[in-house]
């Protein structure tokens, strides 16, 4: 932990996503640094959440879960959107490809539309979740990189339209981070290899390389910082 404790102190954090994986990692982050944070998931993940952090079960692209999720929010000062999924060798089927965009670009866009009042009222911050394939093509996987493709162009739309409420709306963009998403890769020796070969600095990310880029991206230190995705890649984007 690279930050001063109670950063965060008085802040209320809602996280999308985080039942599990970079958005549990991101949730005890924010709650170790001082925040009251609400962990969203759609099932209660591997159990990795800290005890402080509150879980509630909602599907971002269900409008009755959002709404019923909003209505129990009073303040809001950090929305961070790391629900995602990824349906691999699947998404040529045009029902899946249309589920896939439903979770990651609707669902993220209706969270954010849900949370702008709270947020300006606090000149609160947005971290939305893009990905490598908000840069690459994936043959295998056209939905997941049209969302995430869409994640990247809906953050900076979305950070000129809040900027005049004074919320702050920044993306990271993760290389190839171990978490239950990824664990087919991660045993696939072959396209491990080839990750790790591509990557510069030789390793998987771990989700808390994501949860420290995300909270500078919603701490005073980035005040000046909206629009932008930010990879955090062990310098694969580049390679
Ligand atoms: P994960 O599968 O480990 O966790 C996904 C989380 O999202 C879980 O908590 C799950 O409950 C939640 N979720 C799924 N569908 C949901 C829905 N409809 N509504 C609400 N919550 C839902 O995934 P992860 O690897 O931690 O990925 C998190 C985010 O990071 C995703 O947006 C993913 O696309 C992105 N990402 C991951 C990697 C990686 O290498 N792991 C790389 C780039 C981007």
């Known amino acids: 932990m ?9 802040k209320h954090a ?7 994986g970079i958005g549990a990692a ?5 709650a170790a640094l001082g925040a009251n944070v609400t962990a969203v998931g759609i099932d209660r993940g591997d159990r990795s959440l800290d005890a402080r952090v509150d879980v509630r079960l909602a599907d ?3 409008e009755a879960d959002v709404a019923a999720l909003f209505g129990k929010l009073s303040t809001l000062d950090i929305l961070v959107n790391c629900a995602g999924i990824i349906r691999r ?37 947005i971290v939305n979740t893009a990905s490598m394939l908000s840069f690459f093509g994936g043959a295998q996987v056209p939905g997941y990189a049209a969302s995430k493709g869409g994640v990247a162009q ?7 339209a809040y900027a005049a409420d004074g919320i702050r709306v920044n993306a990271v963009a993760p290389g190839w981070i171990a978490t239950p998403l ?4 991660q045993q696939d020796q072959g396209r491990s290899g080839a990750i790790l070969q591509r990557t510069p600095l030789g390793r998987w990310g771990q ?33």
């Open 2 to 10: 690279t930050f001063q404790p109670g950063l965060f102190k008085g």
């Open 14 to 20: 809602l996280v999308t996503g985080a039942t599990q």
């Open 26 to 30: 991101v949730a005890n982050a924010l």
């Open 60 to 62: 971002v692209s269900s």
């Open 89 to 125: 060798g699947w998404e040529h089927d045009v029902a899946v490809f249309e589920q896939v965009v439903a979770v990651n670009l609707t669902g993220t866009m209706r969270i954010c539309v849900a949370a702008r009042p709270l947020l300006a009222a606090r000149r609160g911050v």
């Open 154 to 160: 809906l953050t900076k739309s979305l950070a000129l």
């Open 182 to 185: 990824t664990q087919a890769l």
């Open 207 to 239: 989700p808390e390389d994501i949860a420290d880029a995300v909270a500078f991206l919603c701490a005073p230190a980035s005040a000046f910082i909206t629009g932008v995705i930010l990879p955090v890649d062990g310098g694969y984007l580049v390679a």
